[in-house]
Structures are given as C-alpha cells and as structure tokens.
C-alpha cells in the first residue's frame, strides 16, 4: 500500500515496530518509515484498516477522540450504538475515529461529541464555583 504523505511504498510488518513489542491481538500494518505514519491491519491479514497512514499527530487526535468517546459508553450511561447513531446525525454520515485523516475531524468529533452527550460538561458545576 502506499504512503499518501510521500508516495514510498509502506512495509507490512508487526506493530512491534512501533511499540516495541507486539501490541493487540492484531498486530500486524503498513508502516512508513520515513513518515512514522502507519495503518492497521484486520485479524493480522494484509488489509488496511482504512485507507489512510496515520501520523504521529492524527494518532494522538484519534486517542483523544477516543478518549471522549469511549467512556460515553464503557461506563453504560449510553448504548455505544446510541453513541454512534447519535453522532451520525450530527455528522451526516457515519462517523469513525479510525477513519479521520485529519487532526481537525478529531477535533470535530470531539467538539460535537461533547454537545450532544455532556452539555453539563458545559456549564460550571459546584466544585468549578468553588475554585
Ligand atoms: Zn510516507
């Protein structure tokens, strides 16, 4: 698969390459090197997850993006359907962390997450007064 930032061709190897040791179950993307941009991979096959190599800033984007998403639902205030189905609307379109490409739809993401699920995020709390 190529690179989109360089055009090199991307290797295919484990993401111990990046991490350091073999992360998740699978393991496997298409690194550039000389970007430090990479993709996963589906069940450790050679399909991309996703068509995009992810720099180190989009990564640190998409974690971010997780970061307000995920608890949403892992806490079980919301349905990670609801999530989704919500952020749909808002969007659109169906709405994927591992498929933005910029820092900007992250922020996006974001930003709009936190209208629709934590509009008491928005406004001063108790504590908030306090300080
Ligand atoms: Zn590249």
């Not at 990479?38 to 640190?60: M, Y």
């Not at 993006?65 to 919301?78: M, N, R, T």
């Not at 952020?87 to 997450?113: P, Q, Y």
Request: contains cysteine.
């Amino acid at each position: 698969m190529k690179c989109q930032h360089c055009g090199n061709e991307a290797e295919w190897v484990s993401n111990a390459e990046v991490y350091g040791r073999p992360y998740g179950t699978s393991h496997m993307i298409w690194l550039c090197r000389p970007c430090d941009a990479f993709v996963g991979c589906h069940n450790n096959t050679r399909t991309p997850k996703g068509r995009f190599l992810a720099k180190a800033d989009l990564r640190e984007a998409r974690k971010k993006a997780h970061a307000v998403i995920d608890p949403l639902w892992q806490s079980g205030k919301y349905r990670r359907k609801t999530v989704y189905i919500r952020l749909k609307e808002a969007f659109g379109k169906e709405v994927h962390v591992g498929d933005t490409e910029t820092v900007d739809e992250c922020n996006e993401i974001i930003k709009t997450a936190m209208l629709i699920f934590q509009r008491h995020a928005l406004t001063p709390t108790k504590t908030d007064k306090q300080v």
